[in-house]
């Protein structure tokens, strides 16, 4: 049974913060944590589940690392393949049976699938995927949109976090992006097929590639209209172009076959992590063999010291082999549903407005909206200060959920937890509306 603690302190995750920023830039070791409250919290186990801080404290956990780990920390199936790959070796710098494995396995469950390569992150392989279709078209403009996040390099970093008046353009996102870097970056507003289609007619036999994410995760888990997926991947056809879904959340979470199956739709080209290897580093892009033929016949190349490390694809194998059981992924959208509804029950009884989007193994919660946005610009009005309160009430009873108001859900997510979860938000809603 939770109850909300009125002083949940941190003193060691407080002094190890302190100490940290004297020699860690940040005290933090991806920028994107460094404003996660009430401190940058340190953290020496996980769990299934849970997550034990340096405080002392037992968190029930939905931020799931930021996605990766859809099996929870510690299962044994996945710590099993790792260990035994360990006593055979770290690494090799050449091939070996797991790359074969891994690489067929991800062949017969992505639908559309029939060549992939690997690389280590997300930010990697949505490179490597530009690079193909850039390669296999022999154009250089990309076209993503407002509030898609595709890693932090220059020519994707574009447009991410916008205020409302900020115009529909390619703009910046932070400090140390040369213009050059992404002069050949059109940003377009997204769940919009007439903007893909003006782009086409402004830009003849220029575009490259549409990158997308087929769930907008990043920009509050809005989902795509009607027709729309099918839609990019049919004016891209049209045009000449790649069409590419960023899977790098949606990938082994929302379905085993990601967006491909869950939508039904097939892209020339996708992009996987997270859950791919739930939580160790491994990332791959997917797709048709005509475009990977680029890298056969040499017109251009992909490389990586690391890539296709055999740690990181045994967790990969056996992570999906995991997945694959069935129930998993009903059990995990049956779960994440009952969350959701849980939410929009007590705020409609306690008059708070807010709407919850996405799907049920990944979705966002916004507080002060009355309609599921769809599009990133649709979110900005929400209440993230109410949000913020109502996360560190749900912390404080022991819940752990990442700022942005997303909840991951997981395979070791039981229904133990499920109540936990619901007694929790009954107990901390109040706290969230204005
Ligand atoms: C959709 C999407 N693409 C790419 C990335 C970058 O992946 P990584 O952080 O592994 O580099 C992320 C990371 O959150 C993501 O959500």
Redesign the pocket.
């Given at each position: 049974m939770p109850h909300v603690e009125q002083d949940f302190s941190t003193p060691q995750s407080e002094a190890l913060h302190r100490r940290s920023c004297q020699s860690l830039a940040l005290g933090v070791s991806s920028g994107l944590r460094r404003n996660v409250g009430p401190v940058p919290m340190f953290f020496e186990r996980g769990d299934g589940p849970y997550f034990f801080d340096v405080d002392g404290h037992k968190l029930l956990d939905y931020t799931l690392a930021?996605g990766p780990l859809i099996l929870g920390n510690n299962h044994p199936a996945v710590t099993a393949a790792v260990i035994k790959q360990l006593a055979r070796a770290y690494a090799f710098g050449a091939q070996h049976h797991g790359e074969v494995e891994l690489a067929e396995i991800l062949v017969r469950v992505l639908p559309g699938v029939e060549r992939v390569v690997f690389s280590n992150?997300?930010?990697e392989a949505?490179q490597a995927a530009l690079r193909l279709a850039r390669a296999f078209t022999g154009r250089s403009k990309v076209i993503k949109f407002e509030g898609h996040?595709?890693?932090w390099l220059n020519n994707v970093l574009v447009s991410y976090r916008l205020k409302p008046n900020d115009p529909c353009a390619t703009l910046p996102t932070c400090g140390g992006q040369p213009a050059a870097e992404f002069a050949e970056t059109l940003v377009l507003p997204w769940n919009d097929l007439d903007a893909i289609a003006a782009a086409f007619q402004r830009h003849p036999h220029e575009i490259a590639c549409v990158l997308t994410?087929p769930i907008l995760?990043?920009g509050g888990s809005c989902m795509p209209c009607a027709g729309y997926l099918q839609g990019i991947v049919d004016l891209c056809r049209k045009h000449g172009a790649v069409s590419i879904f960023?899977e790098?959340?949606t990938g082994f979470r929302i379905a085993l076959g990601g967006a491909r199956e869950f939508f039904g739709v097939t892209p020339d080209l996708s992009v996987y992590?997270?859950a791919l290897a739930a939580g160790f580093t491994l990332?791959a892009v997917g797709g048709r063999a005509e475009i990977f033929r680029v890298l056969e016949d040499g017109r251009t190349i992909h490389a990586g010291t690391y890539n296709g490390n055999p740690i990181n694809l045994a967790a990969a194998v056996a992570t999906i082999r995991t997945l694959e059981e069935p129930g998993t992924f009903d059990r995990m959208r049956a779960h994440g549903l009952k969350l959701r509804q849980t939410i929009e029950r007590v705020a409609v009884e306690r008059g708070i407005p807010l709407v919850t989007t996405g799907v049920d193994s990944v979705f966002s919660v916004h507080f002060g909206l009355h309609a599921p946005p769809q599009t990133y610009r649709e979110t900005l009005p929400a209440d993230a200060v109410g949000y913020g309160r109502f996360r560190l009430a749900m912390l404080c009873a022991g819940v752990h959920l990442l700022p942005d108001g997303r909840w991951y859900i997981g395979a070791a997510h039981s229904d133990r937890e499920l109540l936990f979860a619901q007694q929790a938000i009954e107990d901390t809603l109040t706290v969230g509306g204005k």
């Open positions: 930021w992150t997300g930010t949505v996040y595709h890693g994410e995760v990043n960023d790098v959340i992590a997270k990332s």
